[in-house]
């Protein structure tokens, strides 16, 4: 094998294309490299998406508890490099009542890959108002590193910030379609 030492390669024609190899050809760049893009690359570099995941449900679930319970929404996905992302997006109903004991809830939704939390969020909220039912519709979404050639299972969950005086927060509301996308997104 040859080497060719150079500072910068430049195309004969002015404007031209530098072309390396030929069709078929694989050009390999050794671990450590670091390429650098000052221009427009097109079709070039990391980000690409590897593959897609997605499972659905819509089994309303309710909780009347603090601790957080599986709402029935999970999806698998094996990466093919420790090195990818994965990319959550978790699309659902919520709703809640307060009953005639309590003027306020606050329903909180949770990611979980295994049984490691990635993120917490509002699912909902709502003061001041007694024997009420209320909810909507919610998207959330996590980009994760999970570092595995692995499969691996991502599960959201539900609890309700204090439980009691008849408050229950529901998943699914009304039968409401869910659904959990997996995308692997590639280095």
């Known amino acids: 094998m040859s080497t060719l030492e150079v500072n910068k390669l430049t195309p004969l024609a002015n404007n031209g ?35 897609v995941v ?20 999970s999806a698998s996905i094996t990466p093919t490099a420790t090195s990818s992302k994965i990319y959550v997006i978790v699309s659902a109903s919520n709703a809640g009542t307060t009953g005639s004991g309590a003027n306020n809830i606050v329903s909180l939704v949770r990611l979980v890959r295994g049984s490691t939390e990635i993120a917490e969020y509002l699912g909902l909220r709502v003061d001041n108002v007694t024997n009420m039912q209320n909810g909507g519709s919610f998207s959330y979404t996590d980009l994760d590193s999970p570092s595995s050639t692995s499969a691996v ?10 439980a009691g005086n008849g408050r229950t927060s529901f998943f699914c509301f009304n039968s409401r379609l869910a ?5 692997e997104v590639l280095a």
């Open 17 to 51: 294309t530098v072309t390396m190899g030929d069709s078929g050809d694989t050009i390999s760049i050794p671990s450590g490299v670091t390429i650098a893009n000052a221009g427009t690359a097109t079709g070039f570099g990391g980000g690409k998406i590897g593959q």
């Open 179 to 183: 659904t959990i996308t997996l995308m």
């Open 153 to 162: 299972t991502y599960k959201v969950q539900q609890k309700l910030e204090t």
């Open 54 to 73: 997605t499972a659905t449900t819509s089994t309303e679930v309710s909780n009347t508890s603090s601790s957080y319970a599986d709402v029935g929404l």
